[in-house]
């Protein structure tokens, strides 16, 4: 699994009138990525093992969060760390990418890492998506305390596309906060895209499905718990759809009570839930 996908109850809620398809295995030959989380004081260690790799003939990608220094952020940024980098790993060829580069140059520093002409490309993330090198093994996010899981998972899909054992590693420092250790501790016990998107509603909450809001709760369920409830949601669609089968036209009478109550809602509710996006 490459892609972050949607966490299962919110799939049968948005898509209940379909069948939902659930792609939980790797492709034929791929191995599950190796995933650690150290801290920054262990970075020697950390470039003795990319170099390991280098040495065997592997690629490696190195995520910053920023492209330069903050003033109001203290956080590693891509125009240090690529000098640093272009100093410990003399002996290799580097690459450089981030969204400020125009086009043609993206395409170039890109073009040259796939080709293997670098062995280490040192980046935003730009190259969250749509970066196929199975020769890339090492997947480095600098400050990953800085990025969501969803993100994260993506960042580590662009490495373990080939046959051969690949690695991510989350770089962070000592002081984190509570939520920001379970998503380390999650993102190193699994592989798994729909386990991590669970994980994510149940930290970050499901948001406003009516608005811009992407996180917390902002509607009050009286019941329902969109990260609890999936067996229950999926049964409650069951149980909808022989009733639909059983009287498409709303005439039988042992389900008046329902079809009345279902009209009520609909006049007291006129949104228009289809134009949501």
Same mark, same amino acid.
């Given at each position: 699994?490459?892609?972050?996908?949607?966490?299962?109850?919110?799939?049968?809620?948005?898509?209940?009138?379909?069948?939902? #398809? !659930?792609?939980?295995?790797?492709?034929?030959? *791929?191995?599950?990525? $190796?995933?650690? %989380?150290?801290? +920054?004081? &262990?970075?020697?260690?950390?470039?003795?093992?990319?170099?390991?790799?280098?040495?065997?003939?592997?690629?490696?990608?190195?995520?910053?969060?920023?492209?330069?220094?903050?003033?109001?952020?203290?956080?590693?940024?891509?125009?240090?760390?690529?000098?640093?980098?272009?100093?410990?790993?003399?002996?290799?060829?580097?690459?450089?990418?981030?969204?400020?580069?125009?086009?043609?140059?993206?395409?170039?520093?890109?073009?040259?890492?796939?080709?293997?002409?670098?062995?280490?490309?040192?980046?935003?993330?730009?190259?969250?998506?749509?970066?196929?090198?199975?020769?890339? #093994? !090492?997947?480095?996010?600098?400050?990953?305390? *800085?990025?969501?899981? $969803?993100?994260? %998972?993506?960042? +580590?899909? &662009?490495?373990?596309?080939?046959?051969?054992?690949?690695?991510?590693?989350?770089?962070?420092?000592?002081?984190?906060?509570?939520?920001?250790?379970?998503?380390?501790?999650?993102?190193?016990?699994?592989?798994?895209?729909?386990?991590?998107?669970?994980?994510?509603?149940?930290?970050?909450?499901?948001?406003?499905?009516?608005?811009?809001?992407?996180?917390?709760?902002?509607?009050?369920?009286?019941?329902?718990?969109?990260?609890?409830?999936?067996?229950?949601?999926?049964?409650?669609?069951?149980?909808?759809?022989?009733?639909?089968?059983?009287?498409?036209?709303?005439?039988?009478?042992?389900?008046?009570?329902?079809?009345?109550?279902?009209?009520?809602?609909?006049?007291?509710?006129?949104?228009?839930?289809?134009?949501?996006?």
């Amino acid at each position: 699994m490459t892609a972050t996908p949607i966490p299962r109850t919110l799939a049968m809620t948005l898509y209940g009138d379909l069948d939902v #398809s !659930v792609i939980d295995e790797l492709p034929p030959g *791929r191995k599950p990525i $190796s995933t650690q %989380h150290i801290f +920054r004081n &262990r970075a020697d260690e950390m470039y003795s093992f990319i170099r390991r790799q280098l040495q065997e003939g592997r690629q490696v990608y190195v995520v910053y969060p920023l492209i330069s220094e903050s003033e109001k952020l203290d956080l590693k940024n891509l125009e240090d760390g690529y000098k640093q980098l272009c100093n410990i790993f003399c002996d290799y060829r580097l690459s450089k990418l981030h969204g400020k580069m125009k086009p043609k140059e993206k395409d170039e520093e890109m073009r040259r890492f796939a080709q293997g002409e670098t062995q280490m490309l040192v980046s935003t993330t730009v190259i969250e998506v749509g970066v196929d090198v199975p020769n890339a #093994s !090492v997947m480095v996010i600098e400050n990953a305390e *800085r990025f969501g899981l $969803s993100q994260l %998972h993506q960042l +580590r899909g &662009r490495v373990g596309r080939g046959a051969s054992q690949s690695y991510c590693i989350l770089v962070t420092d000592y002081k984190l906060s509570e939520d920001t250790r379970k998503r380390m501790e999650i993102m190193v016990g699994s592989n798994d895209g729909f386990e991590i998107a669970e994980a994510d509603l149940k930290l970050r909450g499901p948001g406003d499905i009516e608005g811009t809001q992407q996180s917390g709760i902002a509607f009050d369920l009286k019941i329902a718990n969109l990260a609890r409830d999936e067996q229950l949601l999926q049964y409650v669609r069951e149980v909808a759809r022989e009733i639909v089968d059983a009287d498409a036209l709303c005439e039988n009478p042992a389900y008046r009570i329902l079809w009345e109550r279902l009209r009520e809602i609909k006049r007291r509710d006129n949104r228009h839930w289809g134009a949501i996006s």
